[in-house]
């Protein structure tokens, strides 16, 4: 959420929140929603239970042993866990991304604040046990936007009367754009929804991937702290948006904790107490890595430019590119080994090197802040 720059209190690989609360005094508006098609929300996480800014979401998981929760579709988006397999950790991915958008309660002197801390999150549960079904995953689309109702076992029909502006959809899968979700994002893009989706984290083309692959989508990769893309990240011309994913394998600041981006998750790994700014062996607050982490940032920015300039839909979109993005050097920022990544084009003139295409632009929301305001001049003065 740090300005981007190496001064004190900044980032090399910073978003540039800080600077747009400050210069626009905007941290959202209510009436902005964003849906999280996602693992759903721990609504018992103390983050969580108390926010004004969730509001009800759906379970619109069918299969009952994905679920893990007893049933299938129904008003419940609450996260009761996504291990896949014996001894494996419950991701809470879904409330990760949720409080890096603006979840979480903010301005309560504990935890953590998102992006943009007075908009409406929707968590929308497509993802369970050992991932999520394609079906699930497009009825997710169209509900979050208002397109179509879920249909519960007893065939009651649940309407999102209060449909998405912005969509998040941090998943990723090595097909080609199923002909189904292209049109569930057609339709929902038509219906005035902008959908972010992360790039995917195989350091691989994005080409290869969906939902990135897919037409009307805003593709973000992940840059670490130092602003260069990460290791993981899928790239390719595809990309739009470069956005802070981390890398929870290093420490580019000595700070003893990792480059990975802290939101609310319950976790024993890599756990780390925001309150007493040490590790713990169980907390509320976790490390994660990946363009899932990155690609809320970019939800989140869009709902602040959608508070500040009331746009919508391709405007919003087009405001997003074209104002919040800092210039990319390319060479310093996109170049990688050629052996650490197989699937990278060679560099001209520089043996070893390869570049991963890596977005228009990187995130920095301050330059799409309005400029702050003149004092106004002394009486008798110029």
């Known amino acids: ?33 964003v849906a999280v098609i996602d693992t759903g929300v721990e609504l018992a996480h103390p983050d969580m239970r108390a926010s004004a800014n969730l509001v009800q979401g759906i379970d619109l998981i069918v299969d009952y042993d994905r679920a893990g929760d007893g049933n299938g579709v129904d008003r419940d988006a609450n996260d009761v866990g996504d291990a896949c397999g014996a001894g494996r950790e419950n991701s809470f991915h879904g409330t990760h991304v949720a409080g890096t958008v603006g979840a979480a309660v903010t ?20 993802i369970g046990r050992c991932g999520g079904e394609l079906e699930d995953i497009v009825n997710a689309i169209r509900w979050s936007a208002g397109l179509a109702p879920a249909v519960t076992e007893t065939g009651e029909q649940i309407l999102n009367t209060t449909p998405a ?7 990723s899968v090595q097909i080609a754009c199923p ?13 005035g929804a902008v959908i972010v989706v992360a790039a995917g984290n195989k350091s691989n083309a994005v080409a290869n991937y969906a939902p990135a692959n897919c037409n009307n989508v805003v593709v973000v990769a992940a840059n670490d702290a130092r602003g260069n893309i990460a290791f993981y990240s899928n790239f390719g011309p595809g990309v739009d948006v470069l956005a802070p994913g981390g890398d929870v394998f290093a420490d580019s600041d000595g700070d003893g904790r990792p480059d990975g981006v802290l939101s609310t998750r319950t976790t024993a790994n890599d756990c780390y107490d925001p309150e007493t700014r040490q590790p713990a ?13 990155a690609a809320p940032h970019v939800a989140a920015a869009l709902a602040l430019l959608q508070s500040q300039y009331n746009v919508r839909g391709k405007a919003l979109e087009d405001l997003l590119l074209t104002r919040a993005l800092g210039p990319i050097d390319a060479d310093a920022q996109c170049s990688v080994d050629c052996a650490r990544n197989a699937n990278a ?6 043996p070893g090197k390869c570049m991963r295409q890596c977005g228009r632009g990187m995130l920095d929301l301050a330059r799409a802040a309005p400029e702050p ?7 008798g003065g110029p």
Not at 181 to 189: G, N, R, T
Not at 373 to 379: I, R
């Open 165 to 171: 502006d912005i969509i998040n959809m941090s998943l």
């Open 107 to 126: 301005n309560d002197r504990r935890g953590v604040a998102g992006g943009a801390w007075n908009v409406t999150v929707i968590p929308v549960r497509a």
């Open 345 to 350: 084009t060679p560099i001209a003139g520089r």
């Open 179 to 191: 002909a189904s979700m292209q049109a569930a994002i057609d339709a929902a893009v038509a219906k």
């Open 1 to 33: 959420m740090r300005a981007r720059g190496t001064a004190a209190g900044q980032s090399p690989g910073g978003a540039g929140f800080e600077p747009f609360w400050t210069n626009a005094r905007q941290v959202g508006r209510r009436a902005v929603r």
């Open 373 to 379: 305001a003149s004092p106004a001049a002394a009486p």
């Open 281 to 293: 062996a169980t907390c509320y607050y976790g490390f994660l890595q990946g363009t899932s982490m």
